[in-house]
């Protein structure tokens, strides 16, 4: 319930806020009025004793939501994928947010698997180690299956973990609703959507059979790339609150010695994770949207191998033919059609002269071209493309940041791996495979013939839906016999253009 008695919890949080100093970073990231500063710091300092102190080695706003638990974690890793909220500075720090936190117990665990499996632990798994790993919402056991002997890894979602998230979900709606009264124009705040965000991939997260579901949509997309595996789901051994996959053997993609030592080439392996992901957010419009080292390993025979799959992305088709017509006019410099395809797309608004835009494009590409090739940044390009959209007039696109900040996590795993990838060597590849794929002329045949396909589908509705057409427009009345005849003959038209789309499909 959103009520007042949430308020003693965001008392508790502004005095963490204040405690840890990060209260004026955050209002200045959010560009607060001074009615909400005023509010947040009379919540806040007063009660400053009765606020976490964290661990003061950790940056202020880290060391706050650190502080104030899982929930507040969680919410700053995922304000860290909404820079166009919170603002780069804010956003590059909470992105280093870690939510290891002790772990509950081995026989906890077990009870809980036992409980949603509705079977004894031993029928399912011969061995079950204790935790491996713990982070705010689950934690990890490694397992052997009795019935295969395959080793697993077995992921248990926290003891009344959804309760405690909800009660302060519950906290961030009120808070939210006080922002909005008294900062309704905020530039960028936006409360409610932050929340409402936040609350949605917090309720993915909580039911392990969503993120096996991803899981396995994504092993689909991706099952004939070279050099990318996904660990299998167990699927019978999973439930709501436990996800069983494959255990993954290999070397951390962070440690650089351990590779070596096993002989990766690096260099390879940077140009591997980035082609790999644009070809999965472009291809498929379906990417792995937490790709940093520790979702990451490295196989024996080299292949990368991804997993945790709690937050992925997702891609229209129209929007990755744009995304990627945008990125190939960087590539060949050609700011003009840069300009021009947010035009057609409808990003820029049709009042707003398209040679401005383009110029204003155009300062947002030379510089980056003009430096060296190890530190050019698709994702910085991407964050001041949003920028000058933005004062165009463009309205903000959630799956093109959550593409962005998962852009530059992989830029920075590719340059941990090899100071010196260049980026667009890397990319153009992919982005002009895609191009020739997805806007030559396979690719009006192929729109043609789906366009076709859900014509045919209405086959048999079209002559009832083509008599409801002519019956409705007979019967409106209207002073212009011009405009019902036209009305008529358009409907004619459709409704021919739709037969002729059927006979051509079942003819071809």
Known sequence: MRGPHNIIRLIRTGATFERTGAMNLVLDAFEAPKPLRILAHT?????????????????????????????????????????????EELAQQLRVLQDQLPPFSRAEAMLQVEKELGRPLNVVFSEFSEPIAAASIAQVHRARLTESGDDVAVKVLRPGIERAFNKDVDAFYFAARIVDLFAPGARRLRPMEVIEHFDGVVQGE????????????????????????????????????????????????GDNAALDAAGHDRRALSEQVLSLFLRHALR??????????????????????????????HIDEYTRRVYAEILF?????????????????????????????????????????????????????????????????????????????????????????????NIWEVAHPVVEDYIKKSIGPRAIASDLMK?????????????????????????????????????????????AGALVTVLLTYLF
């Open 284 to 313: 498929d419009g379906y990417f792995h949207a937490d790709m940093h080292q520790g979702n990451l390993k490295v196989a024996a025979n080299g292949d990368i191998i991804a997993y945790d799959f709690g937050i992925m992305g």
């Open 43 to 87: 919540m806040g300092w007063p009660f400053k004793w009765l606020g976490y102190k964290g661990d003061p080695a950790m940056p202020p706003a880290t060391r706050a939501l650190t502080a104030l638990g899982p929930a507040y974690i969680k919410f700053g890793q995922v304000l860290s994928t909404r820079p166009d909220v919170v603002g």
């Open 451 to 495: 366009t076709a396909k859900v014509m045919a589908r209405f086959g048999p509705r079209l002559p009832a839906l083509m008599e409801q057409a002519l019956v409705a427009q007979s019967q409106e009345p209207t002073s212009d016999p011009g405009a019902r005849a036209w009305t008529g003959a358009a409907a004619l038209g459709a409704a």
């Open 329 to 421: 006019g960087f590539i060949k410099r050609d700011y003009k059609r840069v300009a021009e395809v947010h035009f057609e797309a409808g990003y820029v608004p049709a009042d707003r002269d398209v040679d401005e835009f383009a110029r204003a494009i155009r300062a947002v590409g030379e510089p980056i071209f003009g430096m060296d090739a190890s530190h050019i940044s698709m994702g910085s390009l991407l964050n001041y493309l949003f920028e000058v959209t933005e004062r165009f007039g463009m309205e903000t696109r959630t799956e093109l940041i959550l593409l962005q900040r998962t852009m530059v996590v992989v830029e920075g795993v590719a340059r941990s791996l090899d100071p010196h990838i």
């Open 206 to 253: 909580l039911d392990l059979r969503l993120e096996s579901s991803a899981a396995s949509e994504f092993a689909a997309n991706t099952v004939d790339d070279e050099g990318f595996q996904l660990p299998r789901i167990r699927w019978e051994a999973s439930a709501r609150r436990v996800m069983t996959l494959d255990w993954a053997d290999g070397v951390a993609l």
